[in-house]
């Protein structure tokens, strides 16, 4: 008879071509993380890295190092954290950052995203920047012998009609859906990377695939961010346009540019209210009886245009309860715990597991399990930041995948459920965008 440690000791055994040594029983799991580990948060400024630090430093870590590329930390002192300004798509760069800065755990939450507008026009963007990242810090995590690195994908890995809830298990059974099959083809690569460096070398990486995140430090940008940010910007402008308070709207939007026909506009402090009116009817935020003005007796009605019919269903999870299922796993998870779980799972009742039992689909989602219509997002936003006027649901623009939910039963069994709930969620994100703008 064989059993699921006679399949794992296989795999290690097997797991050396010729001219390497074979790896050991201990390998797949490492020396326990501790409160002084160095920790490398790859990508730390951004919505996903953020939340982790902040998770980190609140479990007392206390050798953080992070890096920033384009949006610069807020630094603080007497924080145990090292910003290091680093391009992580640039080979040379992260092989001497490993080299100089020898990080034990690696956490890597760079990427490039962006919602379904940003993802079907820079195609090529997305999946070169992110195959570059994910390369050099996965290879030389390797490299460098890092004790574990945790690795951040999405759940748009999963194919357009996948059955749902979504399983681990559902990965590349059919087509992706097209409007970011780029990002989501460079996230599967990700998965597999691991993978096949564990099962070569012995590694420990672990792969976890949130589903969509919101919350503080969020990407709030009109042309690229997530429907959930985007939305919320949208109506707190809209609330300014029917206050008629142009200044708040300019001073929002001062520094943000937008592409219209063949010119760009940048607002500034010199931006005229023609300037302004044309810059957010390019984003369909449109005044519908008059126009903007600081001194009127009526105030003006609003409409907002959001993309698609509304029906589409989609899952959110609180960006601070993803990051503590991340550090939940990188205390508690090893691959071989992956693995051993896999193999259970593997057969059905009255079968056993063999030594050619391929080990594929190690990935842990971390969602919530609960979704909710756009629709329904849309209005629930609209109480939330009390916006009082239209909002137009244009059905000549693309909807993407009509429903996407995870199956959290993976990461449930594990140990960690989520915490905070979608309006509570709203809520306290429309705080932080109103104090930090």
């Known amino acids: 008879m064989i059993n699921k440690k006679d399949v794992v000791d296989s795999y290690i055994s097997n797991s050396c071509t010729i001219g390497c040594e074979p790896i050991t029983n201990n390998q797949y799991t490492n020396t326990q993380i501790t409160k002084t580990s160095k920790i490398f948060v790859a990508g730390g400024t951004g919505l996903v890295g953020s939340a982790i630090i902040k ?33 992580l798509t640039n080979q040379e ?46 290879h030389q995590s ?27 298990d559902s990965l590349l059974t059919s087509p992706l859906e097209y409007t970011n ?14 993978e096949s460096y564990n099962l070569q070398y012995g590694t420990n990486f672990i792969s976890v695939m949130p589903t969509n995140l919101y919350g503080p430090n969020d990407n709030f940008d009109l042309e690229t961010s997530h429907v959930l940010p985007a939305l919320l910007r949208k109506m707190h402008l809209g609330i300014l346009l029917e206050s008629g308070d142009v200044e708040s709207v300019k001073k929002d939007l001062i520094g943000t540019q937008a592409v219209i026909g063949n010119s760009s506009l940048v607002i500034s402090d010199d931006s005229s209210e ?16 008059t126009q903007i003005t600081n001194n009127q007796s009526t105030k003006p009605t609003v409409s907002i245009e959001i993309w698609g019919s509304g029906k589409p269903r989609r899952e959110f999870l609180w960006s601070e309860d993803m990051a503590d299922a991340c550090v ?81 039963s993976k990461l449930h069994a594990l140990g960690w459920r989520h915490k905070v709930e979608l309006e509570d969620g709203i809520r306290t994100m429309y705080e932080w965008y109103l104090k930090n703008r």
């Open 328 to 408: 939940f796993i990188m205390e508690n998870t090893d691959f071989k715990d992956v693995i051993d779980s896999y193999i259970s799972n593997s057969c059905t009742s009255g079968c056993e597991p063999t030594t050619n039992t391929p080990i594929t689909n190690t990935h842990i989602n971390i969602g919530t399990g609960k979704d909710i219509s756009i629709k329904e997002l849309a209005y629930l936003i609209k109480d939330i930041v009390g916006y009082r006027g239209e909002l137009y649901f244009n059905t000549e623009k693309p909807d993407g995948t009509m429903v996407k939910l995870t199956d959290p």
């Open 142 to 168: 390797y490299v460098h012998s890092v004790d574990k690195l945790l690795f951040l994908g999405s759940t748009c890995i999963y194919p357009k009609n996948a059955p749902q809830p979504m399983k681990e």
């Open 274 to 289: 023609e300037d302004i009116e044309i810059f957010l009817n390019h984003y369909g935020i449109k005044y519908t009886n």
């Open 55 to 87: 998770n980190l430093l609140e479990k007392g870590y206390t050798n953080i190092i992070a890096n920033y590329n384009i949006r610069k930390p807020i630094t603080n002192n007497k924080l145990p954290i090292t910003w290091k300004k680093l391009d």
């Open 181 to 194: 099959e780029p990002y989501a083809i460079a996230k599967i690569a990700g998965i597999k990377m691991c």
């Open 93 to 138: 760069a992260v092989v001497e950052f490993f080299k100089t800065e020898k990080p034990e755990y690696v956490i890597l939450a760079a990427a490039k995203v962006g919602g379904i507008v940003a993802n079907n026009t820079y195609r090529a963007d997305f999946i070169y920047e992110n195959l570059q990242i994910q390369n050099n810090v996965i």
